[in-house]
């Protein structure tokens, strides 16, 4: 319990801010200063709302330098340095925000202490940039410590307490955070460092959410996701199985969510060895697309992988050039989306012993990478 209770202090002490913060205005503040420093930032905001971003830059800049009259722990300076942080993100500009958002959160943190509790939405956030920008040397220890922090924030919740219920929304925002930063890290292939953060948010969810809540569907199929690709195959089954049972009550058998939930429970019995279950799986899912008219040709490869580890060759290979000639319709003929599929079929090919087709497949997957 100390640890976890150092954990959340050394959090805090580490960053801190306001996700989205209005400044304060100090009441001894000179009202010619603050209402020069207001007009800039509410028309650099205005501007770049607008997509003008060359007076939204030059009007936020000048907000910025008039922060810098009001002192290093006066929240103005916070805000204009976010703005300005925001600007350079949405003109793709991430080596020149990421400064200004760490400089918004020890302004702000200088101005709130460590006890506010939007706190922890700007250590998401700063979290949530560094790994998008593979700074693992600063993302990594506040993840971890986000992961502590959710697991004695949620052991401490009181639901007699006078904030409760601010208490549930807060931990529900950070639900939210974790999944963001476990996306970020699955989309770079770091799964052993998205798993926790997925755990994380899957457990305040079921706290508070109903049980046929979406919400709690989609973080256990992103769980289950994980363990997956850790070869964690057995802990992901019954992950699946929930959050496909949730999905069709929810959305319906037929909804994409619910065909997409049953995709992966295929996928996951195929790799189990379980080629009965899914088989059974795929087909029910065939028919519904059938019966519904929807094209997933992301079923349609996994039903080919699993008639592939059956040694079902050729209904694999009719299956994948169904999702090659779906993909090709939806994406375009260069839709770098067929690269992989390509990959696939043409692996297929040499398994069949038909070496020169899966050459000929293999050069149209370079060429539409640019290889």
Known sequence: MRARQNAMISLCLLVGAQAFLSPVVHATTSGDKYRTWEKYNKAGEEALAQN?????????????????????????????SKNLADYYQVRGLPEKALPLYERWERVTEKSLGTASPQVIACVVKLTGLYVSQSKFDKGDPLARKLVMFADWKLSHYDPKASQAISQKDELLDLSNGLSSIARSYKGLGKYEQAEPLFKASLDIKEKFLTHNHLGIATSLGELGTAYMALNKRTEAEPLFLDALSITEVTMGKKSGQAIACANDLGRCYTSEGKYTD????????????????????????????????????MQAEQHMKEALTITERLNGSQSYSLAPILDDYADLLQKMHRDADASRILARARTIRGM
């Open 278 to 313: 899914a088989e059974s799986v795929f087909k029910e899912i065939m028919e519904t697309m059938k019966s519904s008219g929807r094209q997933n040709p992301a079923v349609i490869l996994s039903y080919a992988w699993l008639e592939r580890s059956e040694g079902k060759f």
């Open 52 to 80: 003008n971003f060359g007076e939204a830059e030059k009007l936020l800049l000048a907000g910025a330098k008039e922060a810098e009259k009001f002192g290093e722990s006066d929240l103005r300076l916070a805000t204009s």
